[in-house]
């Protein structure tokens, strides 16, 4: 099950010959080690054995000094193992990195440090390492974060945070060269941030979490690749391999059983000498985020300077049964012989679940194509219990949304009540929800889903403990935003509108963005949410939009005159999000004086005068950095420039967030007051100011209701 070789730097024959009785047990599998093996070492001569006396006798050819260890199984391996966070060994011989709960991060290592080179100024030395692995989802199409393999210099990792983060990194020590990390990453959730290919890729990492090297997961047989699903809750086997002598990492997995791939998925040419120390650990590391996942290792083996032995399959732990109940046995013996018990009990639930009207659903037979995507209104008729006020976090223009708990996997949601009886085209509708349930991105709210009950479509989300931006922005919130939470916010929203227009298989433009669909989970990140309106269209073409829908405030001027929504109306609204997260007002402020009315042509006035700094919130105080707030006003006055061209794209609106290119001054750019200001030349401002005021009480001020479908 368990078997450790430890090389040790001798002086005289008798430690020469003990090495040799150590080497020969563990070839003839006499290995007696289950706690650290070092004091094997101590042995007084007196005490030698005839075994041992007559190697002493056998000529003396030098061996090469290695390291390993080899876990079947992890039954008794914990006090053979460094664990913090929520890692634990479990009773059935599992080690489980995490074990569903949500934003944490788990950590194993071998207690003992290797010898990655004879010398601190040496070359690495080759090593080798096997594990088998499993991720196991409450939601079959959802997981997070990932496994990663870890070399560390020391035994644990302070400081390093869950989600995204891995619990490698946390966003000060990233990429920093002191680190001497080298780590592969079994990634199962897409972060533009470090630039991921998908959400479902190996990457080898060298002092962060941007790869030096990456694939998709799989493996190759007879030259073809097959792909592998991270989450398919299914064993398989990863072999890590460093050649010291050609400097070259490869990486290669297979589904469990299978023989070694002779083709490596990923091969890194690269000297990890200056990057690692002389004396290392080895581990694992992972972590979760919005959605309960369990991270497992089954087996481990690891060697220095050799190939890392393989594993004794009939000793694997069993994973955890997933998926339903099996039907019990005697059901299935007896169910011939008691066919009409069964028939009648049938016929009681069928009768039963005639008369529970309040359940009924609208099911078509294309929707059942849909499988897990399509929820039963029953479950989240429970999950809310029964939709009483009490758990109501908000209602607006486009519906109510509650607070639930799904009954089988106990995921938090939040329920979205639509009314759909005016929606034209519902299998196209609901075609459209199902693809943007498809969407990974770290600052979207992931739409888990829909449900459809007579004259009501409810969509399911991921549920956001802190609410909206909207109201920690303007409904006296118990504690304020500060900057650098505000500011990362928007960098946030930015990276999420950018994966929208341009790095999904798709180009969706959302059409609602706002202050009140943003939303912040545990961590106070922003994730952009409500897609009832999003539109889908191939890259290279234009979307069919035909009607205004948004909320006023936030629509471009050519929007309200033609309908057309373009990922360039998005990036119009985005602009007055960013200069309202800065100046804590709405976009169209009804208490104002007219000139004051709109947002933006408040906030040009001041620029205009060099007094840009004094549209600040009063909340933030002196708390915050001038130069970030003066480039947020800035980007956000260019983003709502009346002519789309001369808006930037989101591409370029997070490469200034983040300072890689700068932002232009606005005068170089041509904007004047008339690029910005269009209320009257598009007969807009008479609109907004009615419909404002008319719903001064209200946190936003929506499109009519008969709008907000239309062009589906």
Known sequence: MYAVGIPMETHGDLHRTKQKEITFRQSIGLNSHTHHCTAMFFTPLFSLSPLLLLLALLPSTPAKDHLSFTFNNFKAASRNLTLDGIAECTSSGLLALTNGTRQENGHA?????????????????????????????????????????????????????????????????????????????????????????????????????HSVAFKAAGYYSNGRFQNLSLISEKAMQVWVEYDGGKKEMNVTMAPVHLPKPSTPLLTLSKDLSPILNQTMYVGFSSSTGSVPTSHYILAWSFKMNGSADGFDFSQLPKLPRIGPKKVSRLLTIGLPLSFVLIFGVLSGVVYYVRRKRKFAEVLEDWELDYGPHRFKYKDLYIATKGFKEKGLLGCGGFGRVYKGVLPTSKIEVAVKILSHESVQGMKEFVAEIISIGRLRHRNLVQLLGYCRRKGELLLVYDYMPNGSLDKLLYDQPSCTLNWRQRFRV??????????????????????????????????????????????????????????????????????????????????????????????????????????????????????????????????????????EVELVLKLGLMCSDSEPAARPKMRQVVEYLEGDIPLPELKLMGISA???????????????????????????????????FGGR
Not at 139 to 167: D, E, K, N, Q
Not at 507 to 528: I, T, Y
Not at 576 to 582: D, I, N, P
Not at 685 to 696: K, R, V
């Open 109 to 209: 290592f071998f207690p003992t440090p290797f010898p990655f080179k004879p010398s601190p100024n040496a070359s690495v030395s080759s090593f080798s390492t096997s594990f088998i692995f499993s991720i196991i989802a409450d939601y079959p199409t959802l997981s997070g974060h990932g496994i990663v393999f870890i070399v560390a210099p020391a035994r644990g990792l302070p400081g390093a945070l869950p989600s995204h983060w891995l619990g490698l990194f946390n966003e000060t020590n990233n990429g920093k060269s002191t680190n001497h990390v080298v780590a592969v990453e079994l990634d199962t959730i897409y972060s533009s941030e470090f630039q991921d290919i998908n959400d479902n890729h190996v990457g080898i990492d060298i002092n962060g979490l």
């Open 490 to 627: 928007i960098k946030g929203v930015a990276s999420g509108l950018f994966y929208l227009h341009e790095e999904w298989e798709q180009v969706v433009v959302h059409r609602d963005v706002k202050a009140s669909n943003v939303l912040l989970d545990g961590e106070l990140n922003g994730r952009l949410g409500d897609f009832g309106l999003a539109r889908l269209s191939n890259h290279g073409t234009d979307p069919q939009t035909t009607n205004v829908a948004g909320t006023l405030g936030y629509l471009a001027p050519e929007h309200t005159r033609t309908g057309k929504a373009t990922t360039s109306t998005d990036v119009y609204a985005f602009g007055a999000f960013l200069l309202e997260v800065v100046c804590g007002r709405r976009p169209i402020e009804p208490r104002a004086a007219a000139e004051d009315l709109v947002l933006v042509d408040w906030v040009f006035s001041f620029w205009r005068r060099g007094e840009v700094l004094r549209t600040i919130d009063p909340k933030l105080g002196s708390e915050y950095v001038m130069e």
């Open 674 to 708: 008339a690029g910005l200001t269009f209320a009257q030349r598009e007969g807009f401002y008479n609109f907004a100011l009615s419909s404002s005021m008319e719903n001064a009480s209200s946190h936003s001020s929506s499109v009519p209701g008969s709008l907000l």
